[in-house]
Each structure stands twice: as C-alpha cells, then as structure tokens.
C-alpha cells in the first residue's frame, strides 16, 4: 500500500470513529460547553430587577465577589471540606480496600457489591439519616441519654463542619474503594514475595512496594472525591448548619431569593476555576512524584 | 495472597457497620408509631405507608421521576454505545480530549452543570420544567453508560466481529447479530444503573425542574415538615429496596458471559 491510499484509508477510519462519536460530542458540546460560556458571559452581566439583566460588559461581580469576605471565606471553606472528606475517606477505605484485595479468597464479588451497594440508594436520604443519627433528639444522643451516659443531648454533634465531612465521606466512600480496590488488586504479588525474600519486613514491604504501586488508585480517587465534593449542596444545608454553608449554598440563594443570576454565575466561575487549579496541581505533583520513584 | 488478618477483618466489620446504619435507620423507623426519629421504637404501625399511598402530588412526582428516568437512561445508553464503539474499535485521534470532554459532565460540580444549563435555558427565554431536567441527567449518565459499555466491549473477543464481517455480513448485520447481542447485558446493565442515577439526582432537578417535581424534590419538599416526615421514611425504604434489587440485578448483567474476567469498575 502506497502512502497516499493509507492516508485515505486511515482518515475514513478516523470518519467513522468520529461520527460514532459526534452524538456524544454535540451533547457535550451543546449541553455543556455552550450553557458555560454563556455562563461565564453572566458572570459579567447585572441584574437590574427580578427578570431583567443588564447585559453591559462589567467586572463588577467579580468585585463584589471579593469585596464581601463571606464568599471567599465560603469557597476556602468549601475546599477545606472537601480536602478533609478526601482524606477522611482514603485513610478509612484504604485498609478495606486492601483487605479485599490480599486476604479475601472468595467471593471477592459479593465484598465490592455490598461495599458499594449503599452507594447507589437515595443520596438525600442517607444525608438525611445522618441528621437523624447526629441530632439533638438523634440516635446518638438518645441512645447516650437512655444508658445514662449523659443528661443533656451533646448538641456539638450535629450542625458543624465535622458533620458535613463524616457525612460526606459516608457518602463518597464507594467512590475510594473501588478505584483503591483495582489498582491493588493489580500489583504482581511477586513482587511482594522478592520484598519478603530480601529480608523486608510487612510494614517495609507495605510502604516502599504496595503503597507506591497503589498510587493511582490513590489519586483517582482524590480527584474523584474532592472535585465534585467541593460543590456539594445538600450535605451543609441538611447537616452543615451555619458553621458548615458552603459556596453551593450562597449559589443557590443566589439563583432562588437573593435573585442575583450573575453574581451566582461568577462564584460558578470561580468555584470551577479553583477545582481546575487544585486538580492540575494534584496532577502534577503525582507526575514528579512518580517520575522520581521509578 | 495474606492468609489471616483479624484486625483487618474487624476493623471491616466496622465500617461495614458504619456504611449500613444510616441507610438500614431509615426502613427501621418507617413501621415506628411516631413523628419523632428517636429510640426506643413506640410501636409497629403501617400507617405511613397508607398516608403515602393517598398523596397524589407524590404519584405526580413518581410519574415525572419514571418519565425522565427512562428517557435519560434511554438516549445516554444509545449516545455511549455509539462512543464506546468508538473508542475501543478505533484508534481514535485525540483520543485523550474527546474521551476526557465526554467525561467531563461526571467529574466536576453538578452545581456548576446546574448554574451554566439555568442560565442559558432562561436567557433563552425558555421556561423551566421537566425538559432541562432530562437534558442535564442525559449529559450526566452519559459518562457512567459509556464506562460500562466500553468495559463490556473490551471484555469479548473482536475476532468474532472479523469473523462476521469476513463471511460476507456488512457493518450494520455484524452489529445487530454479532455484537449487539453480546453487549446486551451490558446495554441493560447501562439502561438499569442510568435510571437509578436520573431518579436519585437532585441537585439538577432542584435548579432545573421549576414547579415539575421529581421524587428527590418532592421529599425535600416534604423533609421541613416534622407531621409530613414519616410518610418520606415509608417512601424511602421502599426507594431502598427497590433500587438495591436493580443494582444487584445490573452488577449480575455485567458479569455475564464474562467468564472468570470479573468487572469492578461499575460507575467509576
């Protein structure tokens, strides 16, 4: 074949690869890419009254965005969260994950079912349950009270920023665990068996082998938690009390009462533009890091 | 690998535990004769369940919720099937960005998905209702269908595609006899998880949907309301139950015919 006829050949492969996936490229294209440039055009409108925006070019959103401390204070509190649910859940997954995957012989199908299983059942009514569970009149406290433990309900259990992240990671869990699960259930157990032969001992073994080999699971599941967690809504506004709002919530008041459509779309803005930041700054540390282990 | 480890296994035990209780809590209490969610149990009652069953804005909900459900889980399965041929029979150029971008609607903020889709939708002069809340649950399932599909596909033998091709049939017979019915676990597996998704999503719904409630707002809606509480327990338990048996049931399709190569990697 001459190059010219494998120049055609190819590129009417790459037509028909195209068009099998121009349906799903004109949805993200339409449903997504266009309503956010439309949106970041928004965030540099005013509103002048309930249904009317003033279309002129302002950065004056953004301005107030800054100017009042409340909205920086709300997207370093969201990121905040978001930072310790990632971790809360790796460190709790992480052991699970790697019982499943080294000690478990059978049935290792029904662990990751069940483990993952919750996940899939109404997310509001597990944000719910923890309101129930973390109450004044909760299942704690009532609990506490009824074995005489205590007198008065401990009211620091509920409406913090503590509740969102155990409420959160509850909820994220299945999000660590799987991604945890593959990448360790990966590792050539061969490798760990030289480890043992060169006189490593578990802890050794675990930390300069399994723990290394396991980072993309690591940071799968960071990304996986930590972005969609920083835009959470429902969590602080069931469980987050003051102490736990987040920028999700300001947004949305934005969006309902307050009525403020372009300030709404700029704090969009800059929500976006903080997870982009954090996730390539995660992303290239991973790099280096890798990059100098191997 | 390891043979015993009982710390290990205790320390699973617990957070077995830890994952169940808030969902289990919630069953539990909706046979309790009380408004209150606190223990101990007052008495065994079934009376929620009869309240829900006379709540007709709740059966206007359901019936939105279905609606949206099947056509969502319906248009992202065919949209992913197609990328998901894509992607693993092609060697698709810029592979990384077009996979990457149809991806993307799954990883960042729905919020910011719901403020861009409210935004555009009303500057547009377009009312709210049930039509944006189904185009932004397509553009969220997409993603999950896709994951599924292109697993499923990797998972069967491409000689069996050459094979039909090489007796003569054309792409589109190869398709519908050789391919499609080995993907069809999978397709089902995809239409089944993409509706438990579209029913369960609320953040969408609470921008997009205006006064057209889906489930999840109709218990929001409910969930300020400690008289109106109970009946949402009875509804939840059954929403439980319900979406636990066709998750089992997907999980199961997926594995089919896959012989010992078992798939782990359901929704991530």
Request: glycine letters at 4%.
């Amino acid at each position: 074949m001459n190059s010219t006829i494998q120049n055609i050949y190819f590129r009417s492969d790459q037509a028909k690869a195209y068009t099998l996936l121009s349906p799903a490229l004109i949805l993200v294209i339409f449903a997504m890419a266009a309503p956010m440039i439309v949106m970041i055009f928004t965030s540099f409108n005013t509103q002048i009254s309930m249904i009317e925006i003033d279309r002129t070019f302002t950065t004056g959103r953004y301005e107030d965005f800054f100017s009042k401390p409340i909205f920086s204070m709300l997207l370093f509190r969201s990121v905040k969260i978001s930072f310790f649910v990632t971790l809360l859940t790796l460190v709790t997954t992480y052991p699970l994950a790697y019982y499943i995957a080294f000690y478990v012989k059978k049935n290792k199908m029904l662990w990751i079912v069940l483990m993952t299983l919750p996940f899939w059942t109404s997310y509001l009514l597990r944000v719910f349950s923890w309101r129930v569970i973390l109450g004044n009149k909760g299942v704690i406290n009532s609990a506490l009270m009824g074995t005489g433990m205590i007198d008065e309900p401990l009211g620091f259990l509920l409406y913090n920023q503590a509740a969102v992240i155990i409420t959160l990671s509850h909820a994220w869990a299945a999000f660590a665990i799987l991604p945890l699960y593959v990448s360790l259930d990966k590792i050539d157990k061969s490798l760990l068996e030289a480890s043992y032969d060169l006189g490593n001992t578990k802890f050794e073994t675990f930390w300069r082998v399994t723990f290394p080999l396991s980072l993309p699971g690591v940071i799968g599941a960071i990304l996986i938690i930590f972005i969609p967690t920083v835009g959470d809504y429902v969590t602080p506004q069931l469980v987050g009390g003051t102490d736990g709002r987040m920028l999700s919530n300001m947004i949305q008041s934005l969006f309902g009462r307050a009525n403020n459509f372009p300030l709404g779309a700029a704090s969009a803005v800059l929500m976006l533009t903080t997870v982009c930041l954090i996730a390539a700054l995660v992303t290239y540390i991973t790099k280096k890091v890798s990059m100098r282990m191997s | 690998m390891y043979n015993k480890n009982n710390t290990l296994f205790i320390y699973c035990v617990f957070y077995f535990a830890f994952l169940y209780i808030p969902v289990l809590l919630l069953p539990i209490f909706s046979f309790n004769d009380s408004f209150h969610m606190v223990f101990p149990l007052k008495g065994f009652t079934f009376d929620w369940y009869i309240q829900m069953w006379n709540k007709s804005r709740l059966h206007q909900a359901l019936f939105n919720s279905i609606k949206v459900g099947i056509i969502a889980s319906v248009v992202s399965t065919f949209i992913a099937l197609f990328a998901a041929k894509a992607f693993t029979r092609y060697k698709v150029k810029f592979h990384g960005l077009s996979y990457g971008a149809i991806l993307l609607p799954f990883i960042i903020p729905e919020i910011i998905i719901a403020v861009a889709l409210i935004v555009i939708w009303t500057s547009m002069g377009l009312k709210l209702g049930l039509i944006p809340v189904t185009i932004s649950h397509i553009l969220f399932c997409t993603p999950f269908c896709m994951l599924i599909l292109i697993s499923r596909m990797e998972g069967f033998d491409k000689s069996l595609e050459e094979a039909s091709r090489d007796l003569g049939e054309n792409s589109f017979w190869t398709f519908w006899r050789v391919t499609f019915p080995l993907l069809l676990p999978g397709i089902i597996a995809s239409l089944l998880l993409a509706f438990v998704i579209s029913f369960d999503e609320f953040i969408l719904a609470f921008f997009l949907s205006s006064s057209d409630q889906t489930l999840p707002i109709y218990m929001w809606s409910q969930l300020r309301f400690p008289k109106k509480f109970p009946h949402i327990l009875a509804l939840g338990a059954i929403i439980i139950i319900v979406t636990s048996l066709i998750v089992m049931t997907a999980y199961w399709l997926r594995n089919l015919g896959q012989g010992k190569k078992k798939d782990f990697s359901i929704g991530i």
